[in-house]
Every structure is written in C-alpha cells, then in structure tokens.
C-alpha cells in the first residue's frame, strides 16, 4: 500500500525549518499581546458595524421613507 504524501508532520516546524535550512523559532503567547490583538480586532468589527448601519439606514430612507 502507498504511503501518503500528506501526513501530519508534513507541516510541522522541523520539517518546514529543514527545508527552509533554519533553525525553528518558538513564540510565546503573552497577556499584553493576547489583549492588544483582541483590542485591534474589537475596533475592526466596530468600524465595520458602524459602517454596516450608516449603508443600511441610507438604504431603508432611500426605499422606504422612514427617517
């Protein structure tokens, strides 16, 4: 039987870091970085809920009257 080409080591960091003929680099999660992400992605759905009402609004005056 053939052995599969794909496995899960394929992409695991020593087989990426082989190939790239690096060193694999572990990272740490921290607090203030964990925060400041799910800060900047907090503003992100924000800006883009505000948008989404202002385009709804403008659509519901132009169709339907209602002020």
Known sequence: M????LSDDTFSQANI????GTAPVER???VRGTSL???FLLV?????????WNHASR???TTS???
């Not at 053939?2 to 080409?5: D, R």
């Open 37 to 39: 992400k799910a800060f």
């Open 2 to 5: 053939p052995s599969s080409m």
């Open 59 to 61: 659509v519901l005056e």
């Open 44 to 52: 992100v759905a924000m800006g883009f809920a505000v948008f989404g």
């Open 28 to 30: 740490t999660m921290t």
């Open 17 to 20: 870091a082989e190939f790239a």
């Open 65 to 67: 009257g209602i002020t």
